[in-house]
């Protein structure tokens, strides 16, 4: 049971971390467009437009937190790397599984948290203040939604974890 629930999630998250790094890049190159964009123009015709400035701070949101989970199962999120350095093998195995399952955790939280802010949100109607309309709350969906695939990433990795721990207790190499 735990085998295939695994596999699943290994190939669910394989597809959301390819459209996650996929649209981070996207991101990317929307928002140095969009400042180079504002340059030319202001070079150009001494004139510039306020939502090329704004709209990369307006994007962050969807860079940063969709990229949670993607970021968490390469061990390429900030991590201090002292104590898995002084413990034994085993035990950073057991350190793993707490981290994993904490992230879990957190991601449940702030996954309700920030569907209650963007339902807020939406109820309030507010627009985000650029040159173009956009409702605020399509910046705050970031928020659920990056949380998802944190828990989603979590769970794949604290079910691995807690098979390393399996096998550790029958004696096999791990």
Known sequence: MTAVLLKALRTLNGGLEFL???????????????????????????????????????LVPWLVFPILGPLLRRGAHIQVDLLPALISRSANIYLQFFSYLTALFASVIFFLAGLEATALFKLMGQMMELELDVPLWWMYLAFPVGFVILGLFSLELLLETARKLASLKKGEAV
């Open 20 to 58: 996650t790094v996929s649209m981070a890049t996207g991101i990317v190159a929307i928002m140095v467009s969009a400042l180079c964009g504002s340059a030319l123009t202001r070079f150009v015709s001494g004139n510039g437009y306020d939502w090329f400035i704004e709209l990369p701070p307006a």
